[in-house]
C-alpha cells in the first residue's frame, strides 16, 4: 500500500469512526478514537525515535494502532495493543489486516492492570489512551516497562479532560527521573521521557 493510499484510507476510515460515535449516546459504546494530529505525531515520534517496540494501552477499533504499525514497519518496529472488550480488538484486527498491517501488531485481550503488572520486557514507546481513572494505578508498572533514557510515554487527553489525569501528571512531575511537557496537539498529550 502506498502511503497516499493509506492517508486516503485512513481518513476514510476516521470519519466512518466519527460517524459512529456521533451516534451514540452512551460513551462507553463511543469508540473514542484518537485525534487525527495526535494519531500523526505518533507515527512521526516512531520514525525519529526509531522506535522498536511500542505498547498501547487502549486499542478501541485500531484507529491510533494502525498509525503506530504503519510507522513501526518502516523502522522494524512492532506494536503491542491492549483491549479489554475483545469484539473491539477483533474489530481493530480486521482493519489492520484490510491495511496489511497485521503482521507489526500483537492484539492482547484484557484488563490491561493484568497485563501491565507481569510485565517485564521493556518499551520504547508506550502510548496511554484508556480509562483514565486507572492511569495513577499503573504509574509503577510503566515505570518498569520504560527503563532506558529516551523511553517516552504519551498520555492522551490532558487538555481535554485535566482533573481526570491531573493525579498522574502530579505524580510524574514529582519523579525526577522523568522530563514531561504538555503538547497542545489533538485532544492534548502529555509526553514523558525517561532522562
Ligand atoms: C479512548 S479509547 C482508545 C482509542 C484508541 N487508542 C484509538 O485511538 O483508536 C479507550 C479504549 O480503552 C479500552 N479500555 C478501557 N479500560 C481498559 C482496561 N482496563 N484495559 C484495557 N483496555 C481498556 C476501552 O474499551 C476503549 O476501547
Redesign the pocket.
Known amino acids: 500500500m502506498t502511503n497516499t493510499v493509506f492517508l486516503q484510507r485512513i481518513a476514510d476510515l476516521y470519519d466512518e469512526f466519527k460517524q459512529h460515535d456521533a451516534r451514540q449516546s452512551d460513551r462507553l459504546r463511543r469508540?473514542?478514537?484518537?485525534e487525527a494530529e495526535s494519531?500523526k505525531l505518533l507515527a512521526m515520534l516512531v520514525r525519529t525515535q526509531q522506535s522498536k517496540r511500542i505498547l498501547?494501552?487502549?486499542?478501541?477499533?485500531?484507529?491510533?494502532?494502525l498509525w503506530l504499525a504503519e510507522a513501526a514497519k518502516t523502522v522494524q518496529g512492532r506494536v503491542l495493543t491492549?483491549?479489554?472488550?475483545a469484539f473491539?480488538s477483533a474489530q481493530a484486527k480486521k482493519y489492520a489486516e484490510d491495511f496489511e498491517l497485521e503482521g507489526f501488531i500483537d492484539f492482547w485481550v484484557g484488563?490491561?492492570?493484568d497485563y501491565l503488572k507481569q510485565a517485564m520486557e521493556p518499551f520504547d514507546l508506550i502510548?496511554l489512551?484508556?480509562?483514565r481513572g486507572?492511569y495513577v494505578s499503573y504509574w509503577e508498572d510503566l515505570k518498569r516497562l520504560l527503563q532506558s533514557s529516551g523511553s517516552t510515554l504519551i498520555i492522551d487527553n490532558v487538555i481535554s479532560h485535566p482533573a481526570e489525569v491531573k493525579p498522574m501528571l502530579e505524580l510524574i512531575k514529582q519523579d525526577e527521573h522523568y522530563m514531561s511537557s504538555i503538547l497542545p496537539v489533538g485532544a492534548g498529550l502529555c509526553m514523558v521521557v525517561v532522562k
Open positions: 469508540y473514542r478514537n484518537i494519531a498501547e494501552i487502549g486499542t478501541s477499533t485500531g484507529y491510533s494502532t491492549l483491549e479489554i472488550n473491539r484488563d490491561a492492570a502510548l489512551d484508556a480509562e486507572s
